[in-house]
């Protein structure tokens, strides 16, 4: 059977080379008789996978011992909660940007933490369909939070923000993780939710500076606390060992296809295909978005009904195209072109939409 085109919010498309890699080595890994889900996370064989993974990370962002990379269980929506339980100290404010539905969680956690919470900028006004250019900060800001892209609404950051030296920055970068070059070094933390770019599910990486761990709070929930994963090396529990393998596949994978300008450049060839026939269409599909702020990871549409939404996405699937309902939150359409879903498909999906209009519009 033919694989689908997967445009998927998350859990999503990984890479085909990657899935037959897996596949290969499921039953064996590497002639030692068992696959990775088998093996001890303490054996010599799985701390070479979760190096190579670590590695990875930190040479295709270009850090360097300065930084610390994690694996974590419990996704990007744990980190909601321990950023502030671990970096928002006494006396100070947590600082974020509300972009959208995930912002809002984030802001929601640090006040559940009991936190001083501060909305340095929101877009809630136009109903999340830009990004801020401009914020202001509380007095003593703890940190500032971003969230990089927004899953939902289909925005996207297309800066790294300057903030003043003292202000930590921490972004959620979830859904455009590894999707191009940043400039990694002006983040204090990032950390993303595996099953958008990088992995399937079970797992968030993170990204922290070692001088953050310096102003934090102390007596923390062992759990809870990055120092405990830090000073174990992501290995104070049995860390998801498999997402972690899977992980450092896709990393390889990246690297392989020439780096985070290539995969970038991947990218943008995929949104335009996809905004171009939104732009061409006369009005008959509406993109959700200010133009300039447009996500290049998941793209936001609307149909003139839902009636012809729903037929869209029905006939869609129908010519092998899946995951294009827009999140149940905001309806609509969406489509998902993270890293991994391969050109033909944006190709695809952008012909369909030509056709679909001229029969419907
Ligand atoms: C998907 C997503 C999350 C939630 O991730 P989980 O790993 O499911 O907790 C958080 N933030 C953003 C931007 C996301 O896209």
Redesign the pocket.
């Known amino acids: 059977m033919e694989r689908v085109h997967n445009f998927n919010a ?1 859990p999503a498309v990984l890479p085909e080379e990657v899935l037959r890699e897996a596949q290969a080595d499921l039953f064996n890994y590497k002639g030692m008789g068992l696959s990775v889900m088998e093996m001890s996370h303490r054996s010599k064989e799985y701390q070479a996978i979760i190096d190579e993974t670590n590695a990875a990370v930190k040479r295709i962002y270009g850090l360097d011992e300065n930084y610390e990379v994690l694996f974590l269980h ?5 980190q909601f909660l321990m950023v502030p339980m671990n970096f928002a100290t006494q006396g100070k404010i947590a600082n974020y940007i509300n972009t959208g539905q ?1 912002s809002k ?1 984030a802001i929601s956690e640090a006040k559940k933490a009991g936190k001083p919470v501060h909305v340095a900028a929101t877009s809630e006004d136009r109903n999340f369909s830009y990004i801020p250019k401009t914020w202001i900060f509380s007095e003593h800001p703890a940190y500032l939070h971003i ?1 990089t ?3 939902i609404f289909g925005t996207e950051w297309k800066i790294d923000p300057d903030v003043p030296k003292s202000v930590p920055l921490i972004a ?1 970068m ?2 455009n993780f590894m999707s191009k070059p940043i400039d990694a070094r002006k983040y204090d933390l990032i950390y993303a ?1 595996a ?2 770019n990088v992995g399937p ?1 079970g797992c ?1 990486v993170v990204i922290l500076k070692k001088s953050l761990l310096e102003q934090m709070n102390t007596n923390l929930p062992t759990m809870l606390d990055y120092n405990t994963h830090v000073n174990n090396g992501s290995m104070y529990n049995t860390p998801p060992t498999f997402t972690i393998y899977m992980i450092g596949l896709v990393l390889k994978w990246i690297e392989d296809f020439g780096g985070l300008k290539m995969i970038e450049q991947n990218n943008i060839a995929k949104a335009k295909y996809i905004y171009d026939a939104i732009d061409a269409s006369n009005g008959f599909y509406k993109g959700t978005v200010d133009k300039e702020d447009r996500s290049l990871m998941n793209i936001t549409f609307r149909l003139p009904s839902e009636d012809l939404e729903n037929q869209f996405i029905s006939e869609a699937k129908k010519n092998g195209m899946i995951g294009l309902k827009g999140h149940r939150d905001v309806g609509g359409c969406r489509a998902s072109t993270y890293n991994a879903l391969p050109l033909p498909a944006a190709h695809a999906l952008s012909q369909f939409m030509v056709d679909f209009q001229q029969k419907n519009g």
């Open positions: 998350g419990g996704g990007a929506s744990l995930w969680k969230t892209n927004n899953t959620d979830s859904s939710g099953q958008k599910a968030a």
